[in-house]
Protein backbone atom coordinates (compact mmCIF):
# COMPACT_ATOMS: atom_id res chain seq x y z
CA UNK A 1 0.00 0.00 0.00
CA UNK A 2 1.36 3.70 -0.82
CA UNK A 3 1.39 6.19 1.65
CA UNK A 4 -0.25 8.39 -0.13
CA UNK A 5 -3.03 7.40 -2.51
CA UNK A 6 -4.16 9.84 -5.26
CA UNK A 7 -6.54 9.42 -8.43
CA UNK A 8 -4.70 9.89 -11.47
CA UNK A 9 -7.87 10.92 -13.24
CA UNK A 10 -8.00 13.00 -15.75
CA UNK A 11 -10.79 14.99 -14.31
CA UNK A 12 -13.06 17.23 -16.39
CA UNK A 13 -15.27 19.77 -15.84
CA UNK A 14 -16.92 22.80 -17.49
CA UNK A 15 -16.27 26.67 -16.64
CA UNK A 16 -17.63 27.93 -13.49
CA UNK A 17 -17.52 24.10 -11.87
CA UNK A 18 -16.67 23.38 -8.15
CA UNK A 19 -13.69 21.14 -8.32
CA UNK A 20 -12.93 18.47 -5.72
CA UNK A 21 -9.43 16.75 -4.95
CA UNK A 22 -8.87 13.89 -3.09
CA UNK A 23 -5.89 12.32 -1.41
CA UNK A 24 -6.08 9.68 1.05
CA UNK A 25 -3.02 8.38 3.42
CA UNK A 26 -1.71 5.81 5.54
CA UNK A 27 0.66 7.01 7.91
CA UNK A 28 -0.75 8.98 11.13
CA UNK A 29 2.62 10.57 11.78
CA UNK A 30 1.77 12.97 8.78
CA UNK A 31 1.25 16.22 10.90
CA UNK A 32 1.66 18.89 7.76
CA UNK A 33 -0.46 18.82 4.37
CA UNK A 34 0.01 20.58 0.75
CA UNK A 35 -1.35 20.85 -2.39
CA UNK A 36 0.48 21.66 -5.56
CA UNK A 37 -0.39 22.93 -8.78
CA UNK A 38 2.09 21.74 -11.60
CA UNK A 39 1.41 23.04 -15.38
CA UNK A 40 3.12 21.14 -18.01
CA UNK A 41 6.46 21.17 -18.36
CA UNK A 42 7.00 22.98 -15.65
CA UNK A 43 8.14 22.41 -11.33
CA UNK A 44 5.53 22.64 -8.90
CA UNK A 45 4.46 25.70 -7.08
CA UNK A 46 2.75 25.77 -3.56
CA UNK A 47 -0.91 26.37 -3.18
CA UNK A 48 -1.69 25.43 0.14
CA UNK A 49 -0.31 24.63 3.18
CA UNK A 50 -1.92 23.37 5.87
CA UNK A 51 -0.53 22.15 9.57
CA UNK A 52 -3.37 19.17 11.34
CA UNK A 53 -7.06 18.67 10.79
CA UNK A 54 -9.29 21.55 9.36
CA UNK A 55 -9.46 23.94 7.19
CA UNK A 56 -7.77 26.59 5.38
CA UNK A 57 -9.26 28.92 2.42
CA UNK A 58 -7.56 30.49 0.30
CA UNK A 59 -9.66 32.98 -2.62
CA UNK A 60 -11.23 30.15 -4.84
CA UNK A 61 -9.25 27.73 -2.97
CA UNK A 62 -10.39 25.58 0.10
CA UNK A 63 -8.22 22.88 1.83
CA UNK A 64 -9.71 20.37 3.94
CA UNK A 65 -7.72 17.76 6.76
CA UNK A 66 -9.23 14.90 8.21
CA UNK A 67 -7.08 13.23 10.18
CA UNK A 68 -9.35 10.74 11.68
CA UNK A 69 -10.17 9.53 7.91
CA UNK A 70 -7.11 9.97 6.67
CA UNK A 71 -8.44 12.40 3.76
CA UNK A 72 -7.17 15.48 2.67
CA UNK A 73 -9.49 17.46 0.15
CA UNK A 74 -8.68 20.58 -2.03
CA UNK A 75 -11.79 22.37 -3.59
CA UNK A 76 -11.82 25.08 -6.35
CA UNK A 77 -14.62 27.27 -6.82
CA UNK A 78 -15.41 29.02 -10.07
CA UNK A 79 -12.81 27.03 -12.01
CA UNK A 80 -11.00 28.82 -14.70
CA UNK A 81 -9.30 27.17 -17.93
CA UNK A 82 -6.39 28.39 -16.15
CA UNK A 83 -6.61 25.84 -13.86
CA UNK A 84 -5.90 23.38 -15.95
CA UNK A 85 -3.21 21.78 -14.61
CA UNK A 86 -2.05 18.48 -12.17
CA UNK A 87 -2.59 18.90 -8.76
CA UNK A 88 -0.18 16.97 -6.32
CA UNK A 89 -1.29 16.38 -2.79
CA UNK A 90 1.74 16.47 -0.14
CA UNK A 91 2.55 15.46 3.13
CA UNK A 92 5.08 15.40 5.42
CA UNK A 93 5.93 14.11 9.21
CA UNK A 94 7.93 16.25 11.91
CA UNK A 95 10.91 15.36 9.96
CA UNK A 96 12.54 16.65 6.89
CA UNK A 97 10.81 14.29 4.03
CA UNK A 98 8.09 15.40 1.90
CA UNK A 99 5.47 12.47 0.43
CA UNK A 100 3.56 13.26 -2.74
CA UNK A 101 1.11 11.56 -4.46
CA UNK A 102 0.69 10.64 -7.65
CA UNK A 103 -0.99 13.63 -9.22
CA UNK A 104 -4.58 14.45 -10.09
CA UNK A 105 -4.89 15.76 -14.07
CA UNK A 106 -7.75 18.46 -14.25
CA UNK A 107 -9.14 19.88 -17.29
CA UNK A 108 -11.54 22.88 -17.14
CA UNK A 109 -13.43 23.55 -20.69
CA UNK A 110 -14.13 27.28 -21.65
CA UNK B 1 13.34 37.32 -6.17
CA UNK B 2 15.19 35.06 -8.83
CA UNK B 3 13.45 31.57 -8.49
CA UNK B 4 15.93 27.92 -8.43
CA UNK B 5 17.73 27.62 -11.42
CA UNK B 6 18.03 24.34 -13.16
CA UNK B 7 20.48 23.34 -16.50
CA UNK B 8 20.30 21.65 -18.99
CA UNK B 9 16.56 21.93 -19.43
CA UNK B 10 16.49 18.87 -21.63
CA UNK B 11 18.98 15.85 -22.04
CA UNK B 12 18.42 12.88 -24.57
CA UNK B 13 21.22 9.86 -23.92
CA UNK B 14 21.99 6.67 -24.73
CA UNK B 15 22.21 3.85 -22.04
CA UNK B 16 25.23 3.51 -20.20
CA UNK B 17 26.25 7.00 -20.77
CA UNK B 18 26.69 9.60 -18.41
CA UNK B 19 24.65 12.77 -17.63
CA UNK B 20 24.97 15.27 -15.12
CA UNK B 21 22.05 18.39 -14.13
CA UNK B 22 23.24 21.85 -12.09
CA UNK B 23 20.61 23.36 -9.86
CA UNK B 24 21.60 26.72 -8.04
CA UNK B 25 18.48 26.87 -5.45
CA UNK B 26 16.91 30.59 -4.15
CA UNK B 27 19.69 32.91 -1.97
CA UNK B 28 20.03 31.97 1.14
CA UNK B 29 17.92 28.94 1.04
CA UNK B 30 19.86 26.30 3.56
CA UNK B 31 17.68 22.70 2.17
CA UNK B 32 18.40 22.02 -1.16
CA UNK B 33 16.24 19.22 -2.78
CA UNK B 34 16.29 16.69 -5.89
CA UNK B 35 13.39 14.89 -6.71
CA UNK B 36 13.06 12.16 -9.51
CA UNK B 37 9.74 12.57 -10.97
CA UNK B 38 8.67 9.35 -13.70
CA UNK B 39 5.88 10.75 -16.30
CA UNK B 40 1.82 9.92 -14.43
CA UNK B 41 4.02 10.01 -10.51
CA UNK B 42 4.39 12.12 -7.72
CA UNK B 43 8.17 13.36 -7.07
CA UNK B 44 10.03 11.20 -5.57
CA UNK B 45 12.59 12.48 -3.21
CA UNK B 46 16.22 11.52 -4.17
CA UNK B 47 18.35 13.24 -1.84
CA UNK B 48 18.21 16.41 0.68
CA UNK B 49 21.29 18.81 1.38
CA UNK B 50 20.92 20.93 4.77
CA UNK B 51 24.05 23.42 3.32
CA UNK B 52 26.39 20.99 2.78
CA UNK B 53 25.39 18.16 4.36
CA UNK B 54 23.39 15.15 3.18
CA UNK B 55 20.33 15.06 5.06
CA UNK B 56 18.50 12.49 3.48
CA UNK B 57 20.16 10.05 0.58
CA UNK B 58 17.61 6.97 1.44
CA UNK B 59 15.99 6.30 -2.08
CA UNK B 60 19.25 7.63 -4.06
CA UNK B 61 20.44 5.10 -6.03
CA UNK B 62 24.28 5.18 -5.18
CA UNK B 63 25.36 2.42 -7.21
CA UNK B 64 24.83 5.18 -10.18
CA UNK B 65 23.70 8.34 -8.75
CA UNK B 66 25.54 10.48 -6.55
CA UNK B 67 25.29 14.10 -5.90
CA UNK B 68 27.04 16.83 -4.16
CA UNK B 69 26.68 20.45 -2.69
CA UNK B 70 29.71 21.69 -2.48
CA UNK B 71 30.62 25.17 -0.52
CA UNK B 72 26.54 24.78 0.61
CA UNK B 73 25.16 26.66 -2.59
CA UNK B 74 25.15 25.05 -6.04
CA UNK B 75 24.11 21.22 -6.58
CA UNK B 76 25.45 18.75 -9.05
CA UNK B 77 23.23 15.69 -9.73
CA UNK B 78 25.48 12.92 -11.68
CA UNK B 79 23.78 9.27 -13.10
CA UNK B 80 26.56 6.86 -14.37
CA UNK B 81 26.06 5.01 -16.35
CA UNK B 82 22.08 5.62 -17.59
CA UNK B 83 19.55 2.81 -17.43
CA UNK B 84 16.38 3.44 -19.57
CA UNK B 85 14.27 3.30 -16.43
CA UNK B 86 15.95 6.73 -15.31
CA UNK B 87 14.21 8.42 -17.69
CA UNK B 88 11.68 11.21 -16.06
CA UNK B 89 12.15 14.64 -14.94
CA UNK B 90 14.41 15.92 -11.94
CA UNK B 91 13.69 18.31 -10.21
CA UNK B 92 15.53 20.52 -8.05
CA UNK B 93 13.82 22.18 -4.81
CA UNK B 94 14.95 24.66 -2.19
CA UNK B 95 13.58 25.74 0.84
CA UNK B 96 14.81 28.27 4.01
CA UNK B 97 15.54 25.61 6.36
CA UNK B 98 13.63 22.26 5.84
CA UNK B 99 11.56 21.25 8.10
CA UNK B 100 8.10 22.62 7.97
CA UNK B 101 9.16 25.04 5.72
CA UNK B 102 7.78 25.53 1.49
CA UNK B 103 9.76 24.24 -0.83
CA UNK B 104 9.98 26.07 -4.14
CA UNK B 105 10.86 24.37 -7.31
CA UNK B 106 12.98 24.63 -10.79
CA UNK B 107 11.55 23.78 -14.13
CA UNK B 108 13.15 20.60 -14.04
CA UNK B 109 15.35 18.88 -16.38
CA UNK B 110 13.65 16.35 -18.54
CA UNK B 111 16.23 13.30 -19.01
CA UNK B 112 15.24 10.59 -22.27
CA UNK B 113 17.60 7.74 -22.10
CA UNK B 114 17.45 5.56 -25.52
Known amino acids: QKEVEQDPGPLSVPEGAIVSLNCTYSNSAFQYFMWYRQYSRKGPELLMYTYSSGNKEDGRFTAQVDKSSKYISLFIRDSQPSDSATYLCAMKDGGFKTIFGAGTRLFVKA | EAGVAQSPRYKIIEKRQSVAFWCNPI?????LYWYQQILGQGPKLLIQFQNNGVVDDSQLPKDRFSAERLKGVDSTLKIQPAKLEDSAVYLC????????????FGPGTRLLVL
Open chain 2, 93 to 104: ASSLNGAGETQY
Open chain 2, 27 to 31: SGHAT
